[in-house]
Nanobody, 119 residues
Framework: QVQLVESGGGLVQAGGSLRLSCVAS????????MGWYRQAPGKQRELVAAATTGGSTNYADSVKGRFTISRDNAKNTVYLEMNSLKPEDTAVYYC?????????????WGQGTQVTVSS
């Protein structure tokens, strides 16, 4: 069983920055696509950024140029650097680990960390 623990959320003014961290139990980053999702009140959970095992990344259009996902496999940690934050970035941010292997899907979530951006 994989456990993911997020940290780094908080309250920040618009234009500010935060860095979220997600520490995974065990050395899984070499095998899983790691992603950050967010869910704002009354909205569906959406993908913010993802990083594959091969090093490719992709971002939601709304965060391109402002957010950066990175992974440190040695530390079993994935980061989300968030700059130029906007009030619409306010949400609970979740870390996700996803893998398809031998016909099975492995999908794990962290507990979430709140990010609040004030105007």
């Amino acid at each position: 069983q994989v456990q993911l623990v997020e940290s780094g959320g908080g309250l920040v003014q618009a234009g500010g920055s935060l860095r979220l961290s997600c520490v995974a139990s065990g050395s899984i980053l070499n095998f899983y696509v790691m992603g950050w999702y967010r869910q704002a009140p009354g909205k569906q959970r959406e993908l913010v950024a993802a990083a594959t095992t091969g090093g490719s990344t992709n971002y939601a259009d709304s965060v391109k140029g402002r957010f950066t996902i990175s992974r440190d496999n040695a530390k079993n940690t994935v980061y989300l650097e968030m700059n130029s934050l906007k009030p619409e970035d306010t949400a609970v941010y979740y870390c996700n680990a996803d893998r398809s292997f031998m016909g099975k899907q492995y999908d794990y979530w962290g507990q979430g960390t709140q990010v609040t951006v004030s105007s």
